[in-house]
Structure formats: C-alpha cells, structure tokens
T-cell receptor, first 116, second 115 residues
Framework: DSGVTQTPKHLITATGQRVTLRCSPRSGDLSVYWYQQSLDQGLQFLIH???????AKGNILERFSAQQFPDLHSELNLSSLELGDSALYFC???????????????FGPGTRLLVL | AQKVTQAQTEISVVEKEDVTLDCVYETRDTTYYLFWYKQPPSGELVFLIR??????QNEISGRYSWNFQKSTSSFNFTITASQVVDSAVYFCALSGGAGYQKVTFGTGTKLQVIP
C-alpha cells in the first residue's frame, strides 16, 4: 500500500458525460501527479500540481482539467467524454519537487474509467 | 525530448531462471533520474528503484539488481531465480532536469514466469 488513495476504483459512463476522479496524496506529500494508462498510448503523464499550483503539463487534453485543493487532495475532471478516454487513471504523489533531488513518485491504485 | 525504449515486449521464463529486462533512454539533460516500476496483474504501480544520473553504482536488492551504464544510456534490470510472483509488466521511466517532474515511461515489458 503506497499511501495514495483514489476514488472511485471503477467508473462507467457514457460518451459526452463529465466525471471527476479524486486523489488523496500520502501524508506530508505536497505534489500530486496524474497519469493516463491506455492500451494504445501506454502510460502518459497528464499534469503535476505542487501545493495547489500547476507545475507541469504533459499530454493533457483541453477537455480535461485538474486542481489541487488546500487540503492537498486533487481532482481530475474529464468532460465531453469519448470512447478513447477509456483508460486507467493513476494519481501519484511525492514530497516536494525540490530542485536537484528528484523525489520518487508513489502511485495510487488507479481509477478504471470505461466510456460506453 | 525524453525517450525510453523497452525493446522486449514480452518475456517468458521458467521459474528459477534469471531474466534481464532492458531499458535504453534518451535525454539531453545532464541531470536526470531513472526508475523501474512493477505493475502486477492487479493493476497498481509499484515503485522498485530510483537512480540519479551521477550515481552509476550498480544496486542489488535481494533477487533484484540494476545495471546503470551511462556510456550506453542503459538501465537494465535483472531478476535472479525468478518466481511466479514476479510475473508482471515492468516499466522503466526517466525524469529529467532539476525540478522537472514530468516522468516519461517506456512501453513496458511483460514478464511471465512459468512454474
């Protein structure tokens, strides 16, 4: 158990809908990262938040957005869902993105999204 | 741009055999970090190791060992005396630059250990 929690574990929805995925980082971790794992794209970095502020963006679609709240939990919002958005969405956390000392990211169990 | 190549898509070995998973990376950063993660059939990602670009010392942890060679841009992972519980997809990953938190993953190597 990495200490990172994600809810829900599974989500089934229809095309065009909007969903929210939630992530609680490990105690003391200030950084939250979101990843998408799909069959055709593999593991892709989506976005990184540190202490409430966006720090880095990866291959995140405009239909997707995220935020990190004062209590450090994060939500990933996916809207106008398409069949191709079906994937496993991981959240990861780390202590801090301190300069030279790259922090290891610890992953949550993931949310499996199925768009029908 | 960063790139991680895991040329082995699937590997099957018989239990107790040794197996090496290859990882080749590309980066222009002088400071970077390399990782290995395990994804068992249950789906979660499990952190195995982190290595920074200034530390080329090989590491051994139980049956696991890692060989980092900067000259060939490789970070290979060896499992000694494999067990059925080692069956999983293994991902090599790269994160480059001071303070840069984007992690680039390889496509993974599926390891099947046959009893």
């Amino acid at each position: 158990d990495s200490g990172v929690t994600q809810t829900p574990k599974h989500l089934i929805t229809a095309t065009g809908q909007r969903v929210t995925l939630r992530c609680s980082p490990r105690s003391g971790d200030l950084s939250v990262y979101w990843y998408q794992q799909s069959l055709d794209q593999g593991l892709q970095f989506l976005i990184h938040y540190y202490n409430g502020e966006e720090r880095a963006k990866g291959n995140i679609l405009e239909r997707f957005s995220a935020q990190q709240f004062p209590d450090l939990h994060s939500e990933l919002n996916l809207s106008s869902l398409e069949l191709g958005d079906s994937a496993l969405y991981f959240c990861a956390s780390s202590r801090t993105p301190s300069g030279f000392r790259q922090e290891t990211q610890y992953f949550g169990p993931g949310t499996r999204l199925l768009v029908l | 741009a960063q790139k991680v190549t895991q040329a082995q898509t699937e590997i099957s070995v018989v239990e107790k055999e040794d197996v090496t998973l290859d990882c080749v990376y590309e980066t222009r950063d002088t400071t970077y970090y390399l990782f290995w993660y395990k994804q068992p059939p249950s789906g979660e990602l499990v952190f195995l190791i982190r290595r920074n670009s200034f530390d080329e010392q090989n590491e051994i942890s139980g049956r696991y060992s890692w060989n980092f060679q900067k000259s060939t841009s490789s970070f290979n992972f060896t499992i000694t005396a494999s067990q059925v519980v080692d069956s999983a997809v293994y991902f090599c990953a790269l994160s480059g630059g001071a303070g840069y938190q984007k992690v680039t993953f390889g496509t993974g190597t599926k390891l099947q250990v046959i009893p």
